[in-house]
C-alpha cells in the first residue's frame, strides 16, 4: 500500500509502524528506506521487541502500545487502520484501536496463522 501511494503520487499520509524482533528480521529494510526517501507523504516507525542492548540499534524497542499509536496518528483525520501480523499481535492492536474509539469499520486486518514466532 506504501509502494502504491508513492508510485501513485498520492496526496495522502500513510503511516507504518514495523515491529521486529530484532534488527536482522527486518524485511524489505532497503525497500521500504527507499520509500521514506522518495515519498514526503511516507513515515516508518519500527519497534524491535528482542534487540540485545549494546547492538547498534538506536530507534524505538518495545511492542506496539497505545502511546505510540497514539502518537503516530494524533494529526491524520479518520485514519484507516490496516493491521497484518500474528493472531495475538492482531487482537492486542484491535483492542487498542477499541479503546480508542476507532469505529470498527476502520480497522482491517489479516493474520498470520501458524506463526510460531
Not at 16 to 41: G, M
Request: negative net charge; proline residues 6%; aromatic residues 10%.
Amino acid at each position: 500500500m506504501a509502494e502504491y501511494a508513492s508510485d501513485k503520487h498520492l496526496d495522502i499520509p500513510v503511516r507504518l509502524i514495523y515491529s521486529n524482533r530484532t534488527a536482522d528480521e527486518i524485511a524489505y529494510r532497503d525497500e521500504l528506506d527507499a520509500l521514506v526517501e522518495s515519498n514526503p507523504q511516507f513515515e516508518l516507525i519500527h519497534t524491535l521487541t528482542r534487540e540485545p542492548e549494546g547492538s547498534e540499534w538506536t530507534g524505538r524497542r518495545g511492542r506496539v502500545d497505545r502511546a505510540l499509536v497514539e502518537a503516530v496518528v494524533n494529526e491524520l483525520e479518520a485514519p484507516v487502520f490496516y493491521l497484518c501480523g500474528t493472531p495475538g499481535m492482531v487482537r492486542g492492536l484491535w483492542e487498542i484501536l477499541q479503546s480508542m474509539g476507532v469505529p470498527p469499520e476502520r480497522i482491517i486486518y489479516e493474520q498470520f496463522w501458524g506463526y510460531t514466532g
